[in-house]
T-cell receptor
Framework: GAVVSQHPSRVICKSGTSVKIECRSL??????MFWYRQFPKQSLMLMAT?????????EQGVEKDKFLINHASLTLSTLTVTSAHPEDSSFYIC?????????????FGPGTRLTVL | AQKVTQAQTEISVVEKEDVTLDCVYE???????LFWYKQPPSGELVFLIR??????QNEISGRYSWNFQKSTSSFNFTITASQVVDSAVYFC????????????????FGTGTRLTVIP
């Protein structure tokens, strides 16, 4: 199957700093990427849907000014957590898909564990 | 509205036992897709299966089998002869064909079932 990478895999930062997480589709072009957040022992919650070259669509309750998403190319999407706080500590997972009008399989990245001190 | 329910929060079985993980879904769409994913302690989601709403045939893949019943809106997952390596959190997910505003369909995940296989 297709491979999606995430970088970094783990990051620890101080409160108030910004953290950028990269999501790359390594062997295919992804027209759409999704960003999920998973708190400990909880399910994955969709944060936003990102289409290449356009603004991301955020789910209700997700602050777009805090979680900046850029999808500059068909193989790269970035999530920037601005002015991170301890409550932003979570496991962030991206997925990538190729749109054909149906429910194409989403290929998931390995996740990024963010810890904000 | 769409919803995926995995009523079993945690299950423990002894190695070699069979175990069934339940998944019940709700959707208004007539065309939809159901998925199962495995999330081992490392965190990376592992795709197990995708089933569309028009295909109710049960599927078997090695020790894994899936039972899809539209009449009860269930898509249950059975592991036979469980092994310690099966210990993980398993997620059932739903994708609706009708949500096409972005041209792609996001997944709605259940809350997951944590399976522990005891040696």
């Amino acid at each position: 199957g297709a491979v999606v990478s995430q970088h970094p895999s783990r990051v620890i930062c101080k409160s108030g700093t910004s953290v950028k997480i990269e999501c790359r589709s390594l062997d295919f072009q992804a027209t759409t990427m999704f960003w999920y957040r998973q708190f400990p022992k909880q399910s994955l919650m969709l944060m936003a849907t990102s289409n290449e070259g356009s603004k991301a669509t955020y789910e209700q309750g997700v602050e777009k000014d805090k979680f900046l998403i850029n999808h500059a190319s068909l193989t790269l999407s970035t999530l920037t957590v601005t002015s991170a706080h301890p409550e932003d500590s979570s496991f962030y997972i991206c997925s990538a898909t190729v749109t054909s009008g149906g429910a194409d399989e989403q290929f998931f990245g390995p996740g990024t564990r963010l810890t904000v001190l | 509205a769409q919803k995926v329910t995995q009523a079993q929060t945690e299950i423990s079985v002894v190695e070699k036992e069979d175990v069934t993980l339940d998944c019940v879904y709700e959707t208004r769409d007539t065309t939809y897709y159901l998925f199962w994913y495995k999330q081992p302690p490392s965190g990376e989601l592992v795709f197990l299966i995708r089933r569309n709403s028009f295909d109710e045939q049960n599927e078997i893949s090695g020790r894994y089998s899936w039972n899809f019943q539209k009449s009860t809106s269930s898509f249950n997952f059975t592991i036979t002869a469980s092994q310690v390596v099966d210990s993980a959190v398993y997620f059932c997910a739903l994708s609706e064909f009708g949500r096409l505003q972005t041209g792609a369909n996001n997944l709605f995940f259940g809350t997951g079932t944590r399976l522990t296989v005891i040696p």
